[in-house]
């Protein structure tokens, strides 16, 4: 299986500031239709987790422009441009271009300074 | 609007069975290849299973830990999908998801303990 880890898994950060998270995994998640199928989620306290981006870069209906994905093959990257208050919660990568299984980084939780 | 609503959940003991539902709306579900993905309280996200569509023979595929415990199944002309856990253990207790792509339902609490 495909192992997938995150880095750093907490990250206290200051409203308005910006913050990243990166997400390596063990084999490269290019697949052999030419997509990468990386997923980033992201859970609030309390809710179930929703999706933010998906095939690396691809931000979901309703996600504001201040979420951001890059990478390719094993490195990955979530960027968020502003921190904003509603931004609390647990961030994780998944991968799904070789399942199964779906496999899920370990989280970074996002706390405000 | 895209919803999944699930049902079933609760206290069973070591040993026991128990079925979880979710009822879709809003997307083709018939089409839809379903997953479930549970967390234990506190923790992280851990991928349970899948069911295929039909055209796809509803194949299934489960995570070593559930393999040949719980088992997964659709009933496309109520858009609902199932999750039957049998022979179920202490270190199955978690919250289940039921998920398809961006959308998940709302979690169910499934605690075993004697």
């Known amino acids: 299986d495909v192992v997938m880890t995150q880095s750093p898994l907490s990250l206290p950060v200051t409203l308005g500031q910006p913050a990243s998270i990166s997400c390596n995994s063990s084999q490269s998640l290019a697949h052999s239709d030419g997509n990468t199928y990386l997923n980033w989620f992201q859970q609030r306290p309390g809710q179930s987790p929703r999706r933010l981006i998906y095939k690396v870069s691809y931000r979901d209906s309703g ?20 921190v904003e208050a ?9 991968q799904t271009s070789h399942w199964p299984p779906w496999t899920f980084g370990q989280g970074t939780k996002v706390e405000i300074k | 609007e895209v919803q999944l609503v699930q ?8 040993g026991g069975s128990l079925r979880l539902s979710c009822a879709a709306s809003g997307f083709s579900f018939t089409t839809a290849w379903m997953n479930w ?5 506190g923790k992280g996200l851990e991928w349970v299973g899948r069911i295929k569509s039909k055209t796809d023979a509803e194949t299934t595929d489960y995570a070593a830990p559930v393999k040949g415990r719980f088992t997964i199944s659709r009933d496309d002309s109520k858009n609902t999908l199932f999750l039957q856990m049998d022979s179920l253990k202490t270190e199955d207790t978690a919250v289940y998801y039921c998920a398809t792509g961006g959308f998940w339902g709302q979690g169910t609490l499934v605690t075993v303990s004697s």
């Open chain 1, 86 to 94: 509603e931004d609390v919660g647990v961030y994780y990568c998944v």
């Open chain 2, 7 to 14: 049902s079933g959940g609760g206290l069973v003991k070591p």
């Open chain 1, 63 to 82: 996600v504001p422009d201040r979420f951001s994905g890059s990478g390719s093959g094993t490195d990955f990257t979530l960027k968020i441009n502003r």
């Open chain 2, 37 to 41: 993905v549970r967390q234990v309280p």
